[in-house]
T-cell receptor, first 110, second 112 residues
Framework: KNEVEQSPQNLTAQEGEFITINCSYSVGISALHWLQQHPGGGIVSLFMLSSGKKKHGRLIATINIQEKHSSLHITASHPRDSAVYICAVARSGGYQKVTFGTGTKLQVIP | AAGVIQSPRHLIKEKRETATLKCYPIPRHDTVYWYQQGPGQDPQFLISFYEKMQSDKGSIPDRFSAQQFSDYHSELNMSSLELGDSALYFC???????????FGPGTRLLVL
Protein backbone atom coordinates (compact mmCIF):
# COMPACT_ATOMS: atom_id res chain seq x y z
CA LYS A 1 0.00 0.00 0.00
CA ASN A 2 1.38 3.40 -0.99
CA GLU A 3 2.03 5.87 1.79
CA VAL A 4 0.14 8.52 -0.19
CA GLU A 5 -3.03 7.63 -2.02
CA GLN A 6 -5.00 9.92 -4.28
CA SER A 7 -8.47 9.62 -5.72
CA PRO A 8 -9.71 9.68 -8.31
CA GLN A 9 -6.83 8.81 -10.63
CA ASN A 10 -8.62 10.35 -13.59
CA LEU A 11 -11.33 12.96 -13.62
CA THR A 12 -13.25 14.55 -16.45
CA ALA A 13 -15.46 17.53 -15.70
CA GLN A 14 -17.55 20.05 -17.60
CA GLU A 15 -16.45 23.66 -17.48
CA GLY A 16 -17.94 25.37 -14.44
CA GLU A 17 -18.20 22.25 -12.30
CA PHE A 18 -16.97 22.04 -8.72
CA ILE A 19 -14.10 19.55 -8.48
CA THR A 20 -12.70 17.69 -5.49
CA ILE A 21 -9.51 15.66 -5.43
CA ASN A 22 -8.72 13.62 -2.33
CA CYS A 23 -5.45 12.59 -0.73
CA SER A 24 -4.97 10.13 2.13
CA TYR A 25 -1.66 9.35 3.77
CA SER A 26 -0.49 6.83 6.31
CA VAL A 27 2.57 8.46 7.89
CA GLY A 28 3.14 11.30 10.29
CA ILE A 29 3.75 14.49 8.40
CA SER A 30 4.93 18.01 9.00
CA ALA A 31 3.47 19.42 5.78
CA LEU A 32 1.40 18.43 2.79
CA HIS A 33 1.83 19.90 -0.67
CA TRP A 34 -0.58 20.16 -3.56
CA LEU A 35 1.28 20.44 -6.84
CA GLN A 36 0.11 21.06 -10.39
CA GLN A 37 1.80 19.69 -13.48
CA HIS A 38 0.68 20.58 -17.00
CA PRO A 39 1.52 18.17 -19.85
CA GLY A 40 5.20 18.58 -20.67
CA GLY A 41 5.48 21.23 -18.01
CA GLY A 42 7.23 21.60 -14.73
CA ILE A 43 5.91 21.46 -11.21
CA VAL A 44 3.94 24.34 -9.77
CA SER A 45 3.39 24.40 -6.05
CA LEU A 46 -0.23 25.32 -5.33
CA PHE A 47 -0.46 24.93 -1.58
CA MET A 48 1.56 23.88 1.40
CA LEU A 49 -0.54 22.89 4.42
CA SER A 50 0.14 21.77 7.93
CA SER A 51 -3.35 22.42 9.30
CA GLY A 52 -6.71 23.93 8.45
CA LYS A 53 -7.56 25.41 5.12
CA LYS A 54 -6.00 27.65 2.50
CA LYS A 55 -7.62 29.47 -0.42
CA HIS A 56 -6.08 30.98 -3.53
CA GLY A 57 -8.42 32.23 -6.18
CA ARG A 58 -10.68 29.37 -7.25
CA LEU A 59 -8.58 26.80 -5.42
CA ILE A 60 -9.16 25.65 -1.86
CA ALA A 61 -7.10 23.09 0.04
CA THR A 62 -8.06 21.54 3.35
CA ILE A 63 -6.31 19.11 5.64
CA ASN A 64 -7.47 17.00 8.57
CA ILE A 65 -4.41 15.89 10.49
CA GLN A 66 -6.33 13.48 12.75
CA GLU A 67 -7.86 11.68 9.78
CA LYS A 68 -4.68 11.94 7.67
CA HIS A 69 -6.67 13.33 4.78
CA SER A 70 -6.52 16.37 2.52
CA SER A 71 -8.73 17.65 -0.27
CA LEU A 72 -8.13 20.04 -3.14
CA HIS A 73 -11.21 21.81 -4.44
CA ILE A 74 -11.54 23.76 -7.66
CA THR A 75 -14.56 26.00 -7.97
CA ALA A 76 -15.95 27.08 -11.36
CA SER A 77 -13.52 24.81 -13.20
CA HIS A 78 -12.02 25.99 -16.48
CA PRO A 79 -10.28 24.11 -19.32
CA ARG A 80 -6.97 25.72 -18.30
CA ASP A 81 -7.27 23.79 -15.02
CA SER A 82 -6.63 20.61 -17.01
CA ALA A 83 -3.46 19.16 -15.53
CA VAL A 84 -2.16 16.48 -13.21
CA TYR A 85 -2.59 17.35 -9.55
CA ILE A 86 -0.15 15.71 -7.17
CA CYS A 87 -0.39 15.38 -3.42
CA ALA A 88 2.98 15.13 -1.66
CA VAL A 89 3.77 14.78 2.02
CA ALA A 90 6.85 15.70 3.99
CA ARG A 91 7.40 13.23 6.83
CA SER A 92 7.78 14.64 10.28
CA GLY A 93 11.18 14.45 11.95
CA GLY A 94 14.71 14.50 10.51
CA TYR A 95 15.62 15.16 6.94
CA GLN A 96 12.49 15.16 4.91
CA LYS A 97 12.18 13.26 1.69
CA VAL A 98 8.88 14.19 0.19
CA THR A 99 6.70 11.25 -0.74
CA PHE A 100 4.48 11.80 -3.75
CA GLY A 101 1.06 10.48 -4.57
CA THR A 102 0.34 9.00 -7.96
CA GLY A 103 -1.45 12.11 -9.16
CA THR A 104 -4.93 12.86 -10.42
CA LYS A 105 -5.28 13.65 -14.10
CA LEU A 106 -7.97 16.28 -14.54
CA GLN A 107 -9.54 17.20 -17.85
CA VAL A 108 -12.02 20.05 -17.98
CA ILE A 109 -14.14 20.08 -21.11
CA PRO A 110 -15.52 23.37 -22.49
CA ALA B 1 9.14 36.46 -3.36
CA ALA B 2 12.10 34.65 -4.87
CA GLY B 3 11.51 31.00 -5.71
CA VAL B 4 13.65 28.01 -6.50
CA ILE B 5 15.40 28.46 -9.85
CA GLN B 6 16.53 25.64 -12.07
CA SER B 7 18.59 25.79 -15.22
CA PRO B 8 18.38 24.90 -17.93
CA ARG B 9 14.63 24.41 -18.23
CA HIS B 10 15.03 22.06 -21.18
CA LEU B 11 18.00 19.99 -22.29
CA ILE B 12 18.53 17.58 -25.16
CA LYS B 13 21.49 15.21 -25.09
CA GLU B 14 22.60 12.10 -26.92
CA LYS B 15 23.37 8.73 -25.38
CA ARG B 16 26.69 8.53 -23.55
CA GLU B 17 26.93 12.32 -23.24
CA THR B 18 27.08 14.18 -19.94
CA ALA B 19 24.70 16.75 -18.52
CA THR B 20 24.81 19.18 -15.63
CA LEU B 21 21.64 20.49 -14.05
CA LYS B 22 21.65 23.41 -11.66
CA CYS B 23 19.38 24.32 -8.77
CA TYR B 24 19.41 27.67 -7.01
CA PRO B 25 17.54 27.52 -3.70
CA ILE B 26 15.44 30.23 -2.16
CA PRO B 27 17.73 32.78 -0.45
CA ARG B 28 18.78 31.67 3.05
CA HIS B 29 17.73 28.07 2.37
CA ASP B 30 20.54 25.66 3.18
CA THR B 31 19.03 22.34 2.10
CA VAL B 32 18.47 21.11 -1.44
CA TYR B 33 16.66 17.98 -2.61
CA TRP B 34 16.73 16.43 -6.09
CA TYR B 35 13.87 14.40 -7.60
CA GLN B 36 13.45 12.53 -10.87
CA GLN B 37 10.12 11.98 -12.60
CA GLY B 38 10.13 9.66 -15.56
CA PRO B 39 7.36 9.78 -18.20
CA GLY B 40 4.12 8.64 -16.63
CA GLN B 41 5.84 7.88 -13.33
CA ASP B 42 5.75 9.23 -9.81
CA PRO B 43 8.60 11.50 -8.76
CA GLN B 44 11.43 9.65 -7.03
CA PHE B 45 13.85 11.10 -4.52
CA LEU B 46 17.47 11.09 -5.69
CA ILE B 47 19.65 12.89 -3.15
CA SER B 48 19.70 15.80 -0.72
CA PHE B 49 22.27 18.16 0.74
CA TYR B 50 22.36 20.17 3.95
CA GLU B 51 25.05 22.76 4.55
CA LYS B 52 27.07 21.47 1.59
CA MET B 53 27.10 17.91 2.90
CA GLN B 54 25.10 15.02 1.52
CA SER B 55 22.27 14.43 3.96
CA ASP B 56 20.30 11.62 2.38
CA LYS B 57 20.49 9.38 -0.65
CA GLY B 58 17.72 7.76 -2.61
CA SER B 59 17.60 5.98 -5.93
CA ILE B 60 20.39 7.92 -7.59
CA PRO B 61 22.37 5.89 -10.18
CA ASP B 62 26.12 5.59 -9.75
CA ARG B 63 26.51 7.47 -13.06
CA PHE B 64 25.06 10.54 -11.36
CA SER B 65 26.75 12.72 -8.80
CA ALA B 66 25.74 15.90 -7.09
CA GLN B 67 27.15 18.53 -4.82
CA GLN B 68 26.15 21.67 -3.01
CA PHE B 69 28.36 24.72 -3.24
CA SER B 70 29.28 27.46 -0.77
CA ASP B 71 26.46 29.68 -2.08
CA TYR B 72 24.08 26.71 -1.46
CA HIS B 73 23.27 26.14 -5.10
CA SER B 74 23.46 22.53 -6.16
CA GLU B 75 24.47 20.77 -9.35
CA LEU B 76 23.44 17.32 -10.52
CA ASN B 77 26.02 15.80 -12.84
CA MET B 78 24.88 12.99 -15.09
CA SER B 79 27.37 10.96 -17.12
CA SER B 80 27.05 8.20 -19.71
CA LEU B 81 23.48 9.24 -20.32
CA GLU B 82 21.00 6.54 -21.24
CA LEU B 83 17.66 6.78 -22.98
CA GLY B 84 15.99 5.91 -19.68
CA ASP B 85 17.43 9.04 -18.07
CA SER B 86 14.91 11.12 -20.03
CA ALA B 87 12.80 12.65 -17.30
CA LEU B 88 11.83 15.78 -15.45
CA TYR B 89 14.40 16.60 -12.79
CA PHE B 90 13.21 19.01 -10.18
CA CYS B 91 14.71 20.24 -7.00
CA UNK B 92 13.36 21.65 -3.81
CA UNK B 93 14.91 23.76 -1.10
CA UNK B 94 14.23 24.22 2.58
CA UNK B 95 15.59 26.09 5.56
CA UNK B 96 17.26 23.82 8.08
CA UNK B 97 16.64 20.19 8.79
CA UNK B 98 12.98 19.37 8.61
CA UNK B 99 12.07 22.64 6.95
CA UNK B 100 9.22 22.83 4.48
CA UNK B 101 10.29 22.13 0.94
CA UNK B 102 9.67 24.59 -1.86
CA PHE B 103 9.78 23.13 -5.36
CA GLY B 104 11.50 24.39 -8.46
CA PRO B 105 9.94 24.23 -11.94
CA GLY B 106 12.16 21.40 -13.10
CA THR B 107 14.55 20.67 -15.95
CA ARG B 108 13.18 18.47 -18.68
CA LEU B 109 15.96 16.23 -20.02
CA LEU B 110 15.56 14.35 -23.26
CA VAL B 111 18.19 11.78 -24.18
CA LEU B 112 18.16 10.75 -27.84
Amino acid sequence: KNEVEQSPQNLTAQEGEFITINCSYSVGISALHWLQQHPGGGIVSLFMLSSGKKKHGRLIATINIQEKHSSLHITASHPRDSAVYICAVARSGGYQKVTFGTGTKLQVIP
Amino acid sequence: AAGVIQSPRHLIKEKRETATLKCYPIPRHDTVYWYQQGPGQDPQFLISFYEKMQSDKGSIPDRFSAQQFSDYHSELNMSSLELGDSALYFCASSSGTGGTQYFGPGTRLLVL
